[in-house]
């Protein structure tokens, strides 16, 4: 079946510095859409990407589509504390069923 | 407007018995789905249905069914509680159901199986 796949799983950055993550499908997919956990949380929808090499930005975090659609990147310029969670990507697959990657979570030392 | 609501909040129950979670979505949205958030994974897809039809169903067992009733809101059954089925369950809304909607997740109910 359809695989989701973000390695890795937890990443500690220092406050200021860049992170990039990445999330890669074993299928093509007709849009990836990205979600935020905070501890203790549910995941909150942050943006879905639809076009084969689609780039979105919200402030400080941008968001790409590969051109094959089979992978996504994520990166946050300048973390902040509040930057803190697990963020996931997920893409549709068959069956209405949509299908999220493990997350990576994301620790910022102030 | 209130987003999804789930009921109870924390559970506890012990092996073999049922429990019914309650999920009732963002007012306008016809379509609710169901997963399973076990510690350290992402949401597992359970169940989505749509204008009260089952439109989609994960690799559970058949020990998981659900519903959805003509207010749009939407019940998770599971009988014969296992340890294994201690989670976080999320309850998300969308409005048409599609594969191109995203999901507005619920705050989830923390079950606990002894």
Known sequence: GQQVMQIPQYQHVQEGEDFTTYCNSSTTLSNIQWYKQRPGGHPVFLIQLVKSGEVKKQKRLTFQFGEAKKNSSLHITATQTTDVGTYFCAGPGANSKLTFGKGITLSVRP | ?114
């Open chain 2, 1 to 114: 407007d209130a987003g999804v609501t789930q009921s109870p909040t924390h559970l506890i129950k012990t092996r073999g018995q049922h429990v019914t979670l309650r999920c009732s979505p963002i007012s306008g949205h016809k379509s609710v789905s169901w997963y399973q958030q076990v510690l350290g994974q992402g949401p597992q897809f359970i169940f989505q249905y749509y204008e009260k039809e089952e439109r989609g169903r994960g690799n559970f067992p058949d020990r998981f069914s659900a519903r959805q009733f003509p207010n749009y809101s939407s019940e998770l059954n599971v009988n014969a509680l296992l340890l294994g089925d201690s989670a976080l369950y999320l309850c998300a809304s969308s409005l048409t159901g599609t594969t191109e909607s995203f999901q507005y997740f619920g705050p989830g109910t923390r079950l606990l199986v002894l």
